[in-house]
T-cell receptor
Framework: GAGVSQSPSNKVTEKGKDVELRCDPISGHTALYWYRQSLGQGLEFLIYFQGNSAPDKSGLPSDRFSAERTGGSVSTLTIQRTQQEDSAVYLCASSLSWDRGPYEQYFGPGTRLTVT | AQSVAQPEDQVNVAEGNPLTVKCTYS??????LFWYVQYPNRGLQFLLK??????LVKGSYGFEAEFNKSQTSFHLKKPSALVSDSALYFC??????????????FGRGTSLIVHP
């Protein structure tokens, strides 16, 4: 079956512009995560959605970052007024609900964002 | 609070030799532990996980990991390395006592280089 997909695969934007990154999780996965991976760094947690519950936004680095998940499926991560330090690979992951067990995450290929 | 450490940024091994990638963790309760692999320009792929029970966990591509509670470690191992095993490896932990927080913490990653 289809895995997690992300679009675009690459995005180059000018400083100060807004960008939207999209994630299509695996069908039936109620949990969805966004991470940021910078060169030489590990995975930085950004935001977590679980079903219809309020998202855990504790990892968002500033109020320029926001995310939504429509219909419990597709998610969009929006970065407003991009800065050069936002340049990174943004990874999306989905999993079955952790309410029922510690399930592994399935990751998308990522969106490489470059802010010039 | 939960945390995980991968003390080696890079591990070098000759093809055919055994490999070990180290991971230590800290949790207040008992851990759920995961290993993921990231090939170049790809998202992370799940290798194996420890939930409970046998301390030796077998996973994909011939990898295994040993859970050691007294040493709070979960090292990844393979008896005979292949050049194609060269990749970035991530350890992740989630504290079973973390209540409603279903967010694993990832290590910074270890680059495994297998020489022909």
């Amino acid at each position: 079956g289809a895995g997690v997909s992300q679009s675009p695969s690459n995005k180059v934007t000018e400083k100060g512009k807004d960008v939207e990154l999209r994630c299509d999780p695996i069908s039936g996965h109620t949990a969805l995560y966004w991470y940021r991976q910078s060169l030489g760094q590990g995975l930085e947690f950004l935001i977590y959605f679980q079903g219809n519950s309020a998202p855990d936004k504790s990892g968002l680095p500033s109020d320029r970052f926001s995310a939504e998940r429509t219909g419990g499926s597709v998610s969009t991560l929006t970065i407003q007024r991009t800065q050069q330090e936002d340049s990174a690979v943004y990874l999306c992951a989905s999993s079955l609900s952790w309410d029922r067990g510690p399930y592994e995450q399935y990751f998308g290929p990522g969106t490489r964002l470059t802010v010039t | 609070a939960q945390s995980v450490a991968q003390p080696e940024d890079q591990v070098n091994v000759a093809e055919g030799n055994p490999l070990t990638v180290k991971c230590t963790y800290s949790v207040s309760g008992n851990p759920y532990l995961f290993w993921y692999v990231q090939y170049p320009n790809r998202g992370l792929q799940f290798l194996l996980k420890y939930i409970t029970g046998d301390n030796l966990v077998k996973g994909s591509y011939g990898f295994e990991a040993e859970f050691n509670k007294s040493q709070t470690s979960f090292h990844l191992k393979k008896p005979s390395a292949l050049v194609s095993d060269s990749a970035l490896y991530f350890c992740a932990v989630r504290d079973q006592a973390s209540g409603g927080s279903y967010i694993p913490t990832f290590g910074r990653g270890t680059s495994l280089i297998v020489h022909p």
